[in-house]
C-alpha cells in the first residue's frame, strides 16, 4: 500500500464523523508499522479522545519507529485532552505525515514544530484537498467567526418555490427530502423565518431510517409573534428565536422557558448582526431553509458560502408564484452574483446543484 492510501483511510475515518464533533473538526489517523497498520483511530466526539489517541491505543508498545498518518495537525494545547502532539513524541514515531494545518490559533503550525523539534520526520500536505474539504465549517468558522452559511431551497424547473397562496408541499421527491435530512444532520444549526413557520409549521429536525443528530433550530421573528402551538417549540430539539428591540419576550420565555431568546438591541433583524451573535455563540455552520423573503436577505448582503438547490422536473408557470430568491432585483444583469457550479447529481428524479459565489481571481 502507498502513502496515499493510507491517507486516503484516514480521511475516510474523518468523514464518518462529520457534524457530530462539532465544536471541534473532524480527524482521522492510521498509525503503520513495516506495512502493516497496527492503529486506527476515528474523533468521535468533543471532550472524548482524539483520532491520535485512539490509534496509539491501538498500536500499543508496536507504536514506537512507527509512521502516522493524520488527517489535521496534531493539536498543541492542553484542552479537554492533553496535546496529541506530544503523545507522538512520547510514543517516539519515526515520522507523521499530516494532510493540512490546523488553522485553530492554539495550534497553527505548534504542533508540527513540537514533533520537528524532537527530531520527529514530518511531511504536510499530503491529500490536502480532501482534508480541506471535510472541515470547511471548522476552517471557515477559525478564520472568520462567523457560520459557514448554506443556502437549501427546493424549487421547480422554471424556478417557483411556491404557489401564489404559499403551498409548496410537495416540490421534490423522498429522496430529494432525505438528502436534505443528511445535510441538517451534519450542520450545527438550521435557520428560517416566521412567514414560514407561519405557513408550513415545520418542525425541522433530522428524520432518517438510521436517526441523525438535530441540529439547532433557529428561527428570525422581529416581533416575536410565533404561534404559540407551533411544532418548533416542542422539545424535541433545541429551539433558539431571534428578535429585535421592540418584541415582548417577557410573557413568552415565562410559557415557553426551554426555548432560547437572543434579542438584538435593533428594531429590524440585520443578517450581518445575525451572523456576528451565532459566532459569539459557537455556531460553525448554518443550514438555511427559509423561504423567499430569508434568501433574498443572505443574497442581497451576498453572506452565503454555498447553495444547494433541489430542482424538480415540474413546471409550476405564472408570474404570481414564488421564487426561490426574493426581494428587489438589481436594474443591470452585470450586477448579478455569478456563481461557480461545484456539482450537479441526480437525486431521485430531481436535480441536486451546489454551486458558490465566484470569488476575485477564479
Known amino acids: 500500500m502507498t502513502k496515499e492510501t493510507y491517507m486516503d483511510l484516514a480521511l475516510s475515518l474523518a468523514t464518518s464523523t462529520i457534524g457530530q464533533t462539532s465544536p471541534n473538526p473532524s480527524v482521522g489517523s492510521v498509525v503503520v508499522k513495516d506495512g502493516r497498520i497496527i492503529g486506527m483511530g476515528s474523533h468521535l466526539k468533543a471532550g472524548e479522545g482524539h483520532a491520535e489517541v485512539l490509534a496509539m491505543q491501538q498500536a500499543g508498545e508496536e507504536a ?3 509512521d502516522v498518518y493524520v488527517t489535521l495537525e496534531p493539536c498543541a494545547h492542553y484542552g479537554k485532552t492533553p496535546p496529541c502532539a506530544e503523545l507522538l513524541v512520547q510514543r517516539k514515531v519515526k515520522k507523521v505525515y499530516i494532510a493540512c494545518v490546523d488553522p485553530n490559533p492554539e495550534v497553527a503550525g505548534k504542533g508540527i514544530e513540537i514533533l520537528k523539534k524532537a527530531g520527529i520526520e514530518v511531511e504536510v ?4 484537498e480532501r482534508a480541506l474539504k471535510i472541515n470547511q465549517y471548522f476552517f471557515y468558522y477559525m478564520k472568520n467567526k462567523r457560520p459557514f452559511v448554506t443556502l437549501k431551497a427546493a424549487m421547480t424547473l422554471d424556478g417557483k418555490t411556491a404557489t401564489a397562496t404559499g403551498d409548496s408541499k410537495w416540490i421534490t421527491s423522498e429522496e430529494a427530502r432525505e438528502d436534505v435530512h443528511k445535510q441538517r444532520a451534519i450542520h450545527d444549526a438550521i435557520m428560517v423565518g416566521s412567514n414560514t413557520i407561519k405557513q408550513d409549521d415545520p418542525r425541522l429536525t433530522t428524520r432518517l431510517p438510521q436517526g441523525g443528530k438535530n441540529p439547532i433550530r ?3 421573528d422581529t416581533n416575536l409573534m ?3 402551538d407551533a411544532k418548533i417549540l416542542d422539545n424535541e430539539a433545541t429551539t433558539w428565536i431571534i428578535c429585535g428591540k421592540n ?7 415565562r410559557k415557553h422557558a426551554h426555548v432560547k431568546l437572543i434579542q438584538l438591541q435593533t428594531e429590524k433583524l440585520e443578517i450581518t448582526a445575525v451572523l456576528d451573535i451565532l459566532g459569539e455563540h459557537g455556531i460553525q455552520s448554518l443550514y438555511v431553509e427559509g423561504g ?3 434568501h433574498g436577505s443572505f443574497v442581497r448582503e451576498g453572506l452565503f458560502q454555498e447553495c444547494h438547490w433541489y430542482i424538480a422536473p415540474k413546471l409550476l408557470a405564472g408570474s404570481d408564484a414564488i421564487s426561490v430568491v426574493g426581494g428587489i432585483s438589481p436594474n443591470n444583469m452585470k450586477e448579478a ?3 461557480d457550479i461545484k456539482s450537479i447529481e441526480q437525486v431521485g428524479p430531481d436535480i441536486k446543484i451546489i454551486a458558490r459565489p465566484l470569488q476575485e481571481g477564479d
Open 292 to 294: 423567499s423573503t430569508l
Open 337 to 339: 452574483i455569478d456563481l
Open 218 to 220: 433557529i428561527i428570525l
Open 64 to 66: 514506537e519507529g512507527s
Open 125 to 128: 500536505g499530503l491529500k490536502e
Open 247 to 253: 418584541a415582548d419576550t417577557n410573557d413568552f420565555q
Open 226 to 228: 410565533i404561534n404559540p
